[in-house]
């Protein structure tokens, strides 16, 4: 899986800069994703580090304060990592799920178990008995062509 390097250092800048800039305002959840659209990279990492700032929930929706402290960068670095951790576990369910079993496999499998099973595949359609057993039917999905 490749990864792109953050640099985690230039992130926390970002978003204690952000931080001193706003200190003593509050800020919805859309509006604080809109003011660190430069520090995330997406709605996960967002989450991760939107549980860094406090909050108040009011109704449905949460009111965000900006930190009294700076944060730290072992903090940031934390939701990264989570956020790569995330990443890379549904990149191998991704990968499992195209190694899935092929047909001959699935075959090989029910003639080892100890029940006994009927396989059968379909091989092609017999037209004649099929017209003679349902001729209804069978005019009605004849093509014709005229002559």
Not at 66 to 85: F, G, Q, T, Y
Not at 96 to 109: C, G, S, V
Request: aromatic share 10%; charged share 35%.
């Amino acid at each position: 899986m490749p990864q792109n390097r953050v640099d985690i250092k230039e992130k926390t800048r970002l978003l204690n800069e952000f931080i001193q800039q706003n200190k003593g305002k509050t800020f919805t959840r859309t509006e604080l994703k809109d003011h660190l659209k430069c520090v995330t990279s997406g709605a996960a990492i967002f989450n991760e580090l939107a549980k860094l700032f406090p909050s108040e929930r009011i109704g449905r929706a949460s009111i965000y304060e900006m930190p009294k402290e700076p944060i730290h960068i072992s903090l940031v670095e934390r939701c990264w990592d989570k956020h790569r951790k995330t990443m890379s576990r549904n990149w191998h369910k991704r990968q499992e799920a195209k190694n899935e079993i092929t047909e001959e496999q699935a075959i090989a499998r029910l003639k080892k178990s100890s029940r006994e099973f009927v396989i059968r595949r379909v091989i092609g359609f017999d037209v004649e008995r099929f017209a003679r057993e349902q001729p209804e039917l069978y005019r009605k999905y004849c093509k014709y062509e005229y002559v």
